[in-house]
């Protein structure tokens, strides 16, 4: 049974707009969750975290936002950009940092239009 | 240069032989892991360590096995009796309670 749901696996975003990105988890245990960009056969590269005492985080261009009570978080990015084609895992631990490892989503491909 | 190395990028193995993957890292960390990845599919964890001379099972271990004899490597054994060994497998390292960063990852083909 999936414990981190991704459920868009593509999303097409005009270069310029916001991008959102969302992911859903079943395990009330989970108190760490992260965003990974991945390109084709190279390794993921870390975005940004949250921890489950927050409920937004920001970076730059990357901000994530969590509700506990819905189980769910999103990545936002603005403005998207070209670069920003890739395809994004959503992860969660249930300690900090994913110390006893990760458990990640699908994957959601983000395509940026011209 | 600090980082995370695997090699080789491409592997190609017999039916029945075992093969191992490298995974060395540079940074210090303490933490390390391996992952693997099928077609449209997340990561899944195979084996974790958090220590030198300790390992633990992730959630598709049967077929592996690992050893962390120093710090700096954390190698990957794909045995015959793992039933579906064809995918790309990925290393990745960590200090204490901290982000995960991974290597580029090893693409093994069982022909």
């Known amino acids: 049974d999936q414990q981190v749901k991704q459920n868009s696996p593509s999303l097409s975003v005009q270069e310029g707009r916001i991008s959102i990105l969302n992911c859903d988890y079943t395990n009330s245990m989970f108190d760490y969750f992260l965003w990974y960009k991945k390109y084709p056969a190279e390794g993921p590269t870390f975005l940004i975290s949250?921890?489950?005492?927050?409920d937004k985080n920001e970076d730059g261009r990357f901000t994530v936002f969590l509700n506990k009570s819905a189980k769910h978080l999103s990545l936002h990015i603005v403005p998207s950009q070209p670069g920003d084609s890739a395809v994004y895992f959503c992860?969660?631990?249930?300690?900090?940092?994913?110390?006893?490892?990760?458990?990640f989503g699908k994957g959601t491909h983000l395509i940026i239009q011209p | 240069d600090g980082g995370i190395t695997q090699s080789p990028k491409y592997l190609f193995r017999k039916e029945g032989q075992n093969v191992t993957l490298s995974c060395e890292q540079n940074?210090?960390?303490?933490?390390m892991y391996w992952y693997r990845q099928d077609p449209g599919q997340g990561l899944r964890l195979i084996y974790y360590s958090q220590i030198v001379n300790d390992f633990q099972k992730g959630d598709i271990a049967e077929g592996y096995s690992v050893s962390r004899e120093k710090k700096e490597s954390f190698p990957l054994t794909v045995t015959s009796a793992q039933k579906n060994p064809t995918a790309f497998y990925l290393c990745?390292?960590?200090?204490?309670?901290?982000?995960?960063?991974f290597g580029p990852g090893t693409r093994l083909t069982v022909l």
């Open positions: 949250i921890s489950s005492i927050k």
């Open positions: 992860a969660a631990s249930a300690r900090s940092g994913g110390a006893d490892g990760l458990t």
């Open positions: 940074l210090n960390h303490d933490a």
């Open positions: 990745a390292s960590s200090p204490r309670d901290n982000e995960q960063f």
